[in-house]
């Protein structure tokens, strides 16, 4: 950012009135305070409260825009949140050291995302005559308190502020139209009792001008959400981000009437970003990977997060060049998001493709080999059975794990329960499927075992098919942090099983070791198989023992 910090005013100045002598004697727990709380993140629109005493106290009436008939103090302190985590600044205990009641102050314009950096406290240890009288007594130091405003600063992009008013300045000035959203708009849409607002995404890459500037402020909100987070290269151009932005009039400079419309413009909040890479498929094609996910606080929990994920979806469909788009290490909660999404649009794409033409415009006329069936009683038309083999030969661009999915859940929907061998079928086919995806934990059971593992991993996945197909969003469950990445879990956290160590794994976790230490020539695959070979034959393997 071009920005410059101003004169260094600082919100925090340490207290040096003769009440300090009133204090009461605390230990240094007391000094201790927890850092997620104490640090306030904002997404500051003009006509916040704040300003409003700003402008009242400097009197500053020229300049600047006032809240149109929207705007209320509920959302101002919406907009009012705090991280997550803080570990990447204060260390893993997440703590701050030397401050009594201490105020972060981490503010950032709504939508230029300029940021502001401040802090107040009530007091500091180095001024705390007990803490000093303590040093002198044992011939030490005084403890010194945390450098909090250089740590935080250090992960900014130079150019933050550090003055309220300057920081103002530039809220008003993106309101007044300095600051649109980058990139190319793909989607808008609205959301039932948001009155006045509108949502629109858009595609940047580093090829989009200012998009380098604004990724590090995108980058630097990820350490507070998104646990092991880690910032992409903004000099590889095959990254693309999708920015969500709440779009909403403003009301003409300050003095106009309230409510009027006269010079209404628009202004922009930032609610959420994703980023995508774009892989080279051969010969002309790419595969599209969706790699960071996070719809900030104050938009979780009203389905930002589908409407972005459907949003990115879409054009990845409509593009020409992608052939198919995964998502690279989801957690559990975005997984289930994904899979709602995915099975809404396909269980309406099937429900209307029992008009020809609609199987048409998706290309399964060209689709001529013979068709899954479920059953006998099976509520599933023939039409309908044709866009699944849409699905299955990847017409709709899903990867191919999330193709094995929905078609699972698909066929357990129009599963005719009353046959019993297309039920049997159906159950055969998962745990195949589930064999396939954890073969190497199952391979060294013996089979009794490896049965009864894999039938209470393919429970687990009917019960998890049973909730998404009951359309309930991740809002709806106990899933946390419905609309976001969290910790990179694995895909499909139930079809892993139980996560007690078996006597096999315990075996392996030595044995594999074991094996490449004797043979660094052998791949792991290789390996795998020669450790795996030996369990047979060991004392520690339960089979044994019945001999």
Known sequence: MSHQPSSPLRWGTSRTDPLLGLLPKQSLKAW???????????????????????????????????????????????????????????????VLFGYKDPLIKLHFAAGSLMPFLGMKYTYKIESDPEAVANAKRVGGAVPKADDVLTIVAAKLPKGYRDNYQTFMEDVKKDEKGGFRPLGNKIFEYSIPNHKDVAYEVYRATFATPGFKAYNEILQFFLLFFIEGASSIDDEDESWECFLLFQRRPTYGAVGTPKGSTQGAGLAYTLCGFSTAYSFWCFPESRRMRISQFLILPPFQKMGHGSHLYNAMKRDFLIRKEVLEFGVEDPNEAFQIMRDVCDMRGLIEELENSAKLENAKDLGLHVLDRPVQTFGKGSTINLESERSLIAIEAGLLKLSRVQRARCLEMLSMKYLDKSDKESAKDFRLRVKKRLYQRNEEALSGMDPEEMKSKLHETFLNVEDGYKQILSHKTPSDRKAKGNDKPGKADKIEKTEKGPRTPSAYNLFMKTELPDVKAKDPSLSHKDAFKVAANNWKASPLNPANSKK
């Open 32 to 94: 201790v305070a927890n850092a997620n709380t104490s640090l306030e993140l904002k997404l500051v629109q003009a006509g916040d409260s704040l300003l409003n005493a700003l402008v009242a106290e400097n009197g500053d009436s020229g300049v600047g825009v006032h809240a149109g008939p929207s705007r209320t103090v509920p959302d101002e302190i919406a907009r009012t949140f705090h991280p997550e985590f803080t570990y990447p600044l204060f260390g893993e205990e997440e």
